[in-house]
């Protein structure tokens, strides 16, 4: 049989299995990914749920200029020295109840979430800066009539509180810094090792991953590696930091802050605080190196300095007993009230 080439239409050359095989393995951990990545999709929680379980039925709220819902607490004593304590970054007020139960019964305790924190959420205004933070502390002082007062803050909040003092001096009878952030390292230090949760906030993936997925086991291993008494982490604990951290508009505020400039300039102007100082750390901090305490106290004059041994970044947590004990010793032998000025005699 004779077959004319120009006829004959031979069957096109087989791809050989391994090429097919280079593009489906690629496509498969795609797909893989995506499938994983909507699996560990977590949602804001519910605005209302949180507020009905972690503010209660008299949750209190008062409204700042900006546009701000400032969640806060007005409890302890009327007749005693008002405190106004400032919690840390991705903490709430919740974190001061175990020095609201010690204190309460001498001084008057006002506790806020800042922007971006607990029940405040998210600001319309997106002002997480020390600025900002501050206009809620001015927010919550007007509301309650608060003229002046002792200002405490831990982390986060004892960088706002000492730029507070800085701001407004007139107004702060005393400052209280506990693990207070914003000094710089010292000679020949290196940064502490933080936590798995900060260190995820160093990279521009990071800070887009940490809006949409948000386990509650990456919540733990944050808040463990933060502490170093574990005893006092449990189920309730984990849920409020990772349901909080979850309310509308606080992960994005976390972001936003990952990425503020913290003016780490304004630390050389903190010996112009006056104020008498309790500078408070936990001497296994592992997200601010202790020896900022000595910073602190070699830039404000007549400052005092507890180290809490074998405890972390969260005294007024781990260690509430010697915590209490030391804020109101230092207040009985430092506090001024304004009245008992000798100037004003």
């Avoid at 809620?136 to 009539?145: E, N, Q, S, T, W």
């Avoid at 730029?163 to 207070?180: E, F, G, K």
Wanted: proline share 8%; glycine share 8%.
């Amino acid at each position: 049989m004779i077959v004319d080439d120009e006829d004959f239409d031979p069957p096109p050359p087989r791809r050989p299995i391994f090429r097919r095989k280079r593009v489906l393995i690629p496509l498969g951990i795609l797909l893989a990914l995506v499938a994983g990545f909507l699996l560990l999709l977590t949602p804001d929680t519910d605005r209302d749920e949180m507020i009905a379980k972690y503010g209660g039925p008299n949750a209190a709220f008062v409204a700042g200029p900006a546009g701000q819902r400032i969640h806060y607490r007005d409890q302890g004593s009327r007749d005693g020295p008002a405190i106004i304590l400032l919690h840390g970054s991705n903490a709430s007020l919740q974190t001061w109840e175990p020095l609201v139960k010690r204190l309460g019964g001498t001084y008057r305790i006002v506790t806020l979430d800042l922007p971006g924190h607990g029940l405040t959420g998210a600001t319309p205004d997106r002002d997480y800066s020390a600025d900002g933070m501050m206009d809620a502390v001015d927010v919550v002082a007007a509301k309650l009539g608060l003229d002046h007062f002792i200002l405490g803050g831990n982390s986060m909040g004892g960088w706002v509180a000492w730029r507070y003092a800085l701001a407004q001096p007139a107004r702060v009878d005393a400052l209280l810094l506990i693990d207070a952030a914003g000094m710089p390292l010292r000679k020949g230090e290196k940064r502490p090792e933080s936590n798995v949760g900060f260190r995820v906030l160093e990279y521009p993936f990071g800070r887009w991953l940490a809006t949409r997925v948000t386990p509650r086991m990456l919540v733990e291993q944050s808040l463990r590696g933060s502490i170093e008494k574990q005893a006092i982490v449990d189920d309730a604990m984990i849920d409020r930091y990772w349901e909080l951290l979850r309310f509308p508009g606080n992960r994005e505020a976390t972001v936003l802050r990952a990425r503020m400039d913290r003016e780490p300039a304004m630390a050389a102007r903190v010996g112009a605080i006056e104020a008498p100082t309790l500078i408070l750390f936990g001497d296994r901090d592992r997200l601010i190196n202790p020896s900022a305490a000595q910073t602190f106290h070699e830039r404000i004059a007549g400052s005092e300095v507890v180290l809490l041994p074998g405890i972390g970044h969260l005294p007024m947590e781990e260690a509430p007993d010697a915590t209490a004990t030391a804020i109101a010793d230092f207040l009985k032998r430092r506090l001024v009230p304004p009245s008992a000025d000798p100037e004003t005699h």
